[in-house]
T-cell receptor, first 113, second 110 residues
Framework: NAGVMQNPRHLVRRRGQEARLRCSPM?????VYWYRQLPEEGLKFMVY????????ESGMPKERFSAEFPKEGPSILRIQQVVRGDSAAYFCASSPYEGYEAFFGQGTRLTVV | EDQVTQSPEALRLQEGESSSLNCSYT??????LFWYRQDPGKGPEFLFTLYSAGEEKEKERLKATLTKKESFLHITAPKPEDSATYLC???????????FGKGTMLLVSP
């Protein structure tokens, strides 16, 4: 059973470009969570999705950030017009049930130059 | 607002030297307390979930315990391969998301 798959592992974007981060949950998992980890800081919750629905986006900046988890295909975290402060590691986690243990992917490290 | 504080920030042990990591938390109704291990450049790896005060769980050289205010991760006779950052997180009742502490970076020297 493959784990949570994230790609790309590393992403470099110039200021003003768009970044698209993809996450394929573990087989049988329909709950997806996105977290961001900044240097010297802990993991911070961004958004919680189920298939085709955003359940909780209270941790996601109101502008430039969006997330989706379509019926078919991976979950996507999209950052428009990236700025240097968006440089961080972005982790996706999935779980089979609401409130169950979440299993993390290896992350996407975004660098904005 | 849920809060998690981990101490110490960093811990250096000799191989075989047992110790404990602390996780203090405040949450309005605890649903679960989670321990993860994170290696450099990798994602967090799930270790344990504790649900109620008094509960204990063990895995190899690790044992996690829980009280109403804090959790401890006890490491018995650690080995160099136990070197990693250990993360604690809480999940409050009524929601699924996790609030993480900043972690304890453990280094075990041979």
């Amino acid at each position: 059973n493959a784990g949570v798959m994230q790609n790309p592992r590393h992403l470099v974007r110039r200021r003003g470009q768009e970044a698209r981060l993809r996450c394929s949950p573990m087989k049988g998992h329909s709950h997806v969570y996105w977290y961001r980890q900044l240097p010297e800081e802990g993991l911070k919750f961004m958004v919680y999705l189920q298939k085709e629905n955003i359940i909780d986006e209270s941790g996601m900046p109101k502008e430039r950030f969006s997330a989706e988890f379509p019926k078919e295909g991976p979950s996507i975290l999209r950052i428009q017009q990236v700025v240097r402060g968006d440089s961080a590691a972005y982790f996706c986690a999935s779980s089979p049930y609401e409130g169950y243990e979440a299993f993390f992917g290896q992350g996407t490290r975004l660098t904005v130059v | 607002e849920d809060q998690v504080t981990q101490s110490p920030e960093a811990l250096r042990l000799q191989e075989g030297e047992s110790s404990s990591l602390n996780c203090s938390y405040t949450v309005s109704g605890l649903r679960g307390l989670f321990w993860y291990r994170q290696d450099p450049g990798k994602g967090p790896e799930f270790l344990f979930t504790l649900y109620s005060a008094g509960e204990e769980k063990e895995k190899e050289r690790l044992k996690a315990t829980l009280t109403k205010k804090e959790s401890f991760l006890h490491i018995t006779a650690p080995k160099p391969e136990d070197s990693a950052t250990y993360l604690c997180a809480v999940q409050g009742k009524g929601y699924s998301t996790l609030t993480f502490g900043k972690g304890t970076m453990l280094l075990v020297s041979p």
